[in-house]
């Protein structure tokens, strides 16, 4: 725990409210069996054996340190929780049927939020933890009552993901019900980074999928989007000051604006999701030359970028700094991987230069790094690159890097002990395009195998599971993410302890089952957690907790 | 064209509204070019060569017979087909950005909507025609217009698809535009019954994906959902007169309850979507008898319904009487295909009961349809049967009986021959679980094929394109849908003259890739076109215009 809980029953209103009902809470032998999954699983938590019916009127409150707060971030997010757990029961039809049995009142009519801050930047380390509690209340009143207590709106947030998951459609009685109640969870996220990675350069993916994708992140407590906007293939976002560059887009409609962005990370921002921006120099750049030819290196050699050139640079500033205000992370990813340099040594403008300045070009490769997390930090962003760029030069990188983990096991390892930070996406597991790696594979792998002191433990700012676009586009990218993304999750909020290595069968994988139902109940397209290869169609009929 | 256009100039508000803008209409070469791609093409259309620019504040006016009307479902539509038109534009940041060059006036600043009738009504033939006029104005006012003119609401939702098909995101200027301006369009359906089949049997389908589906039929203005809902996998609806039949459900999560079940049905007539509902009797009906097993001729042979006892027929009239207050449409699927009869003559007393009747168990399946069409008839339905009943005792059928062909060629030819309605499905074009059916061949694929009788032409209601549920579930099943039932759902539409037969990659694969593109960016997980196996993912990176 990283505060201390309030008394929460020492606000007046809340007794106010609560004292108008009576609580109808009784234990039920069937309810009580009743599965009560939660994905990720919390830190700590603990449970009872009665059900609490929840109002479809259900209202909230936001109490900050100074009374009643505004947030609107807060107001949406519930809006949106409160239409995911009445999908069934609420709203019109549901509710005018309960209406006429209305003698019974509901057990949970509002939900208590208590922020110790109304600080809503949103950074690296954003304190996510929250306190949640579900029960009928003390003896002082009657009904029942859910309160979420967190340090910020992001730890919020959380908690009402964790209520959402809670409550449950009862089919019997037509309500919405929290089993297994009193539910006192305290939680808090194992790593402060928990990354998804998008790209949108191999296919296009239009602004709604971009949005499906972000609020399904929310519903795994996934917090920052890697959106690799750009890469050889296509060229798709605006950057004013170099209003070519996105000519190198595949259409004229398979564009993003500026104002395309900042709705992405606004949207992102609302669901407590960082966006981190990529833009991967010097190699897999080639798109950049469509508007501005002068960045290959020839117009038969286009890739690396033209290291020789003043204008490169000039172009990766002026991106930057148009980026520079859309993006407020403080993570920027400057790429670095997969250089192949032979269209510099062939090429004789760039030869020429490499000679003068008594340079090879795996000088030339750690030279042009070098120069771009200059330009990042005189943005004041803090640089983050492929693991290339720490296996080839790893004393000369500016010691903020935070190294990219992604070929082989083992890098995070040697980053943290050479003091860089580190974010762990061993293709091996951790690539969803790689569709022969079953969810327990990815539930199982650890981003602090083999780093033992706390010290550099701590540098391990947590993962990401990258989504390469070669073969997913608008219409199987949702698949091909969920459910596996799913087990990453977990493996990054959850504590290391609390995450079994065996018999995942009987110890996580009903539960994974249930969460992936939970997202298809949702509207998202997550595949079936059983078949070996991911995002194919189920085997045969069956129930979605089977398959 | 189904009615008489009034003249539209003669409403005086649109001239108030019009002329205080300036037209800053101007013919562009490039836009001329422009791609304005309509799907499914309109019965008849002429197009221009200028632009207009639409203003991000667009509003709308619907006028009736007696002056401004009230409609509740054009107001939400507009509102739906607001967002997809600005989906980049608008809407907050685009538009503040816009306000700062708020010298330049837009084009079309409303929309007219003109209504003949205000009966919302929908059935089977309700009016869909609509006429469609986008022009620069006529002489007494400067500006641009648009106008959407029809006999009902329905025609309207229907020309509001098409006219959000005009608009299109410009990326230079950051508006939208309609290129190819002035158009005039004078469009309505070649066929009545234009349908898409979803089996929530075999997979449970969550209300937010049924939702999904349903909305993007409207997209390609389809108009009947063929909800199969009941199989002998499992029985998910809520019956409240036997509340045990939802008792066959998988789990007791994968159910819907009636107000669900409303709530689908309201959703889709908000669209301009009948719900079409089936209960399959007497096979493919095993999973009643886990509520009622007194309805499986017994515990070792459960299927079909056990013909013998009256319970059988009581527990039909019931569901019946309970659908009947859902399910307005007219038309109900009482099912009837591949009846295999063993349990019926392999157990005692079904065995003896055919005895006693005299009657074979071919015989005994007749009765069983006509009983079970009797019921329907008596509760105000026209019953619709798989072709089977028909192939097996046309003459017995009741005459208003609807075929539904799914087996062989010629079916619809042999129905209407006899007088019979026909829905044309044929499997080996318009079974979307056929993955090995390319675009083209269900674009070919023609339901008055080998019918040449006007009179009997007007008996083929349309055509149904039926995505059975064995390997289709909440994470593919769009996926499958599209983009090849839109290819049907042009061929239900569009005249047949304008379909053309032959060279199809260059007539008419573009405009069905722009439009399963269409789809993409509005959130649909339409798959590649031309990939042979449907709902592949793209074979590499690409374009979506090219995939």
């Known amino acids: 725990m990283m505060f201390h809980s309030k008394p929460i029953f020492s606000f007046i209103f809340i007794l106010f409210i609560s004292i108008s009902f009576a609580s109808k809470a009784t234990p039920n032998h069937e309810e ?22 929840v109002d479809p009127s259900l209202t909230h409150s936001v109490i900050g340190n100074g009374g009643v707060a505004y947030s609107p971030l807060l107001d949406s997010a519930f809006e949106r929780y409160r239409s995911i757990i009445f999908k069934h029961a609420g709203f019109g039809f549901g509710r005018k049927l309960r209406a006429s049995f209305s003698v019974v009142p509901y057990d949970i009519t509002t939900l208590n939020i208590v922020l110790h801050s109304d600080n809503e930047e949103l950074q690296l380390g954003v304190d996510e933890s929250y306190t949640l509690l579900v029960s009928k209340g003390n003896e002082s009143y009657v009904g029942g009552e859910a309160t979420i207590e967190a340090n910020t709106a992001y730890g ?26 009193p539910w006192s969870i305290q939680d808090k996220p194992r790593f402060a980074y928990r990354g998804l990675m998008l790209d949108t350069s191999r296919h296009y993916l239009p602004i ?34 170099y209003p070519n560059l996105w000519k190198g887009s595949y259409t004229k409609w398979e564009r993003y604006t500026v104002e395309d962005a900042y709705e992405i990370v606004n949207f992102a921002q609302m669901r407590g999701i960082n966006v981190m921006a990529e833009i991967d120099v010097p190699g897999h750049a080639e798109s950049w030359g469509a508007g501005y030819p002068d960045l290959w290196p020839s117009p038969s050699c286009k ?17 930057l700094s148009d980026m520079r ?25 760039v030869k020429e230069w490499l000679q003068k300045h008594n340079m090879t070009t795996k000088d030339a490769y750690e030279y042009f790094v070098l120069k771009a997390q200059d330009i990042a930090i005189s943005k004041n962003w803090i640089p983050v690159n492929w693991e290339e760029t720490f296996n080839t030069f790893p004393s000369k990188l500016h010691p903020q890097t935070v190294v990219h983990n992604w070929l082989v096991s083992g890098v995070c390892a040697k980053a943290v002990a050479k003091g860089f930070r580190c974010i762990f996406s061993n293709q091996g597991f951790w690539y969803l395009d790689h569709l022969d790696v079953p969810w327990n594979e990815v539930y199982n792998t650890e981003p602090l195998e083999g780093i033992h002191k706390e010290s550099e433990q701590k540098l391990v700012l947590g993962g990401e599971v990258c989504m390469w676009g070669e073969t997913a586009d608008a219409s199987d990218v ?3 993410i969920w459910p596996r993304a799913a087990a990453a999750a977990e493996r990054m909020w959850s504590p290391r302890d609390s995450t079994p290595a065996k018999n995942l069968n009987f110890t996580v994988l009903p539960r994974l089952q249930h969460f992936r139902c939970l997202l298809n109940r949702r509207g998202v397209a997550a595949s079936p957690v059983t078949n070996f290869y991911a995002r194919r169609a189920p085997d045969g009929a069956g129930s979605c907790y089977d398959q």
Chains 1, 2 share one sequence.
């Open 478 to 480: 949702q698949q091909t």
């Open 208 to 241: 709604s999928i971009i949005k499906q994708v972000i609020e399904s992140m929310s519903y795994a407590k996934l917090n920052v989007l890697h959106w690799h906007i750009i890469d050889e293939e296509s060229f798709p976002l605006e950057i004013p000051t």
């Open 156 to 181: 919020a947030l959380r908690g009402l993901e964790t209520f959402s998951q809670l409550c449950s459609f009862d089919y019997t009685t037509k309500t919405v019900q929290i089993h297994k109640a």
């Open 325 to 349: 205000k859309i993006f407020p992370f403080e993570l920027f990813h400057l790429g670095g991987d997969e250089v192949h340099t032979d269209c510099w040594s062939n090429t004789p403008h």
């Open 32 to 53: 009580q069996q009743s599965l009560t999954y939660l994905w990720p699983l919390p830190s700590n938590f603990t449970s009872g054996n009665y059900s609490l019916s």
């Open 303 to 319: 890739e690396p970028l033209d290291v020789s050139k003043t204008f490169t640079f000039d172009v990766i500033s002026g991106i």
